[in-house]
């Protein structure tokens, strides 16, 4: 076993979470090669190929799958132990963490963060980058970025997840809507013009909703970005329905009214996606600690 270092389990664990050399290279900022050679050092080890190229990167053989948990369990624990002899004080802290966030996110959950900063970690700011659910997990494996929020549940390992919330939804209409007003029923929406929101959200809820109950005919107009809703139903007679937190603050800002609905809506589930605990630094384990505390939770 003199051979097989710790470098080779972060190798390997990086390997099966990334499914791409390129993205460990990047992570452990070694040269390509030097990941190559590395693992070629685990598959004489294991006596098996580990990994396989396929067209959406490596995909792991059974002995690879078999092998993920003990090793990420023992990186896990050698990181913690070792953690001791660096620390991030947010206190005196002066650090910049790059998020990605969709539209929704910046209109909700932001300010929340934004308000709290401040008082937890004075000298920390952040950059926001638009959210690409498809390639978020890519760039946290590159180190592009230090965590993203989204609603999709994404079930792969090359990520870890937090949870924070499920969100419901909420009708959205005109202020002066001439016709929905008090409670509404599935016949009052059966006769208005829907808008709904589409693209990789994670909110498809209301959607599928509204072609459950057969109104999915009833859609106008499709748009990519919640944010736009306010604008297209203030000033006519749309409907459009909207997670509650950020109806809420559109209600506050537009004139807008909110109503309940009469569907039966799968909640969205808010979760915060970041680097597994061994792989982060002390600073990006203080940022999602601190960003579970902050966020979890929809503010009433």
Known sequence: MRDFDLNLVRTFVLLYETRSVTATAEAMHLAQPTVSYSLQKLRRRFSDELFRRA?????????????????????????AAVSGAWSFDPATARATFTLCLSDLGEVSLLPRLMAALPTHAPGVTLTVRPLDVVNAADQLGRGEIDAFIASPVLSTPRVARIALFAEGYVGMVAADHPRLRGR???????????????????HDGPRRAL?????????VLETTRFTSLPYLVQNGELVAMVPRM???TFAADHRVRLLELPLDIEPAQ??????????????QAWLVGFMAEVLAGPVD
């Open 55 to 79: 067209k959406g990167g490596l995909v792991p053989t059974a002995t690879a799958q078999a092998l993920y948990e003990p090793l990420h369990s023992a990186l896990a624990g050698i990181e």
């Open 184 to 202: 509404v029923g599935l016949a009052d929406l059966a006769v208005e013009r829907h808008i709904a929101v589409f693209g990789p959200t994670g």
């Open 211 to 219: 072609e459950a109950n057969g109104l999915l005919h009833r859609v």
């Open 246 to 248: 950020v109806a809420k």
């Open 270 to 283: 808010v979760s915060i996606y970041a680097r597994h605990a061994h792989a982060r630094g002390a600073a």
